[in-house]
């Protein structure tokens, strides 16, 4: 059973949610809080899985009651809600270690969808909101400590990272690159642990803010044979 927590400041919001989510018989909604204060206290005490998050509450806001989740000793893994008016707010929220973030207009199987890939512990990387978000807010000068560790890599492991970073899954890599989808992936978690980042959303985030890719930045066609 998937343990649940959502936090919105609309209390219809969560009763929609809530609907959907346990309809599912692997899903459970174990808490609902209408704050960032009151959401870090109910993770704390009831220990859920993945905790919904809206990015725009009182007293304590999304972004802040993130950074403040995975401080806990077992974190929750944190999918943030928004009507995306607020992107600057989202990769601010990717950054501090959120899984990725939803659409509050989702359809009701693509909710429940996320829940699971968050708690299984993969990103939610949509190619058309993910690199929206981070293509619009990640306009600054290249960090020199993320350029030194990109020399850790291998020329695959860079290559990899560039797919992953245009939120390509890794069968869609493995079929790119001509290897198996387990070959991707292991390539994948070397990336992760070298660079010392907790998911694919932060490798988005790291690639870049090192420039290995910028705004703008499409994968490359595959050729035709």
């Given at each position: ?7 919105d ?50 007293v ?23 009507t ?39 990103a ?10 981070i ?85 490359p ?5």
């Amino acid at each position: 059973m998937i343990r649940v927590l959502l936090a919105d400041d609309q209390a219809l919001v969560r009763d929609g949610f809530r609907s959907i989510i346990e309809r599912e018989p692997d899903l459970s909604v174990v808490a609902e809080a209408s704050d960032g204060i009151e959401t870090v206290e109910l993770a704390r005490r009831f220990r859920p899985d993945v905790a919904m998050v809206d990015i725009r509450m009182p007293v304590c806001d999304g972004l802040e009651a993130t950074r403040q989740l995975l401080k806990l000793p077992n974190p929750p893994r944190v999918v943030i809600l928004t009507t995306f008016d607020r992107g600057e707010y989202i990769y601010d929220a990717l950054r501090a270690g959120a899984s990725g973030f939803l659409l509050k207009d989702v359809r009701a199987g693509q909710l429940t969808d996320a829940v699971r890939t968050a708690a299984s512990g993969d990103a939610l990387l949509s190619p058309s909101v993910t690199r929206h978000v981070i293509e619009e807010y990640v306009r600054r000068p290249p960090r020199a400590q993320h350029r030194a560790e990109l020399t850790t890599l291998t020329d695959r492991e860079l290559e990899v990272l560039t797919l992953v970073a245009a939120a390509l899954s890794n069968a869609e890599i493995g079929e790119r690159l001509h290897v198996a989808e387990a070959t991707v992936k292991t390539h994948v978690n070397r990336v992760l642990s070298k660079l010392g980042l907790r998911d694919r959303v932060q490798a988005v985030v790291y690639a870049y803010e090192s420039n290995l890719i910028t705004a703008g930045f499409r994968e490359p066609r595959q050729e035709r044979s």
